[in-house]
């Protein structure tokens, strides 16, 4: 059975960074592409945001342009695990995060396991 786990969400001022994690277990991660969405506060699920994705192939990222420069996301295949750092938070990054996998390897396909989320809340 697939899972994906979130974690290393919380509270941060503006301006603070957070370190998000997604342990994934029942698949071997190097073939799927990884994939960082978020859903704002009053958001419905088919509102989530894609923020950033990392191919498996190659590790190609991509970003959305209101956190390009802001985040990072990377990938450790040998502990099936994905990482998204966020740098130079503001408010409008308050959401729950969620990691999830696109079997295609691409980023450029439907992402077809999901976490359960982790929230960050950015405010003073």
């Known amino acids: 059975q697939v899972q994906l786990v979130e974690s290393g969400g919380g509270l941060v001022q503006p301006g603070g960074s957070l370190r998000l994690s997604c342990a994934v277990s029942?698949?071997?991660?190097?073939?799927?592409?990884i994939g960082w969405f978020r859903q704002a506060p009053g958001k419905e699920r088919k509102e989530r945001e894609r923020?950033?994705?990392?191919?498996?192939?190659?590790?190609?990222?991509y970003y959305a342009d209101s956190v390009k420069g802001r985040f990072t996301i990377s990938r450790d295949n040998a502990k099936n695990t994905a990482y998204l750092q966020l740098n130079s938070l503001k408010p409008e990054d308050t959401a729950v995060y969620y990691c999830?996998?696109?079997?295609?390897?691409?980023?450029?396909?439907?992402?077809?396991?999901w976490g359960q989320g982790t929230q960050v809340t950015v405010s003073s």
């Open positions: 029942g698949l071997l991660l190097d073939i799927y592409a």
């Open positions: 999830a996998t696109d079997a295609s390897g691409s980023c450029q396909s439907d992402f077809s396991s």
């Open positions: 923020v950033s994705c990392i191919s498996s192939s190659d590790g190609r990222t």
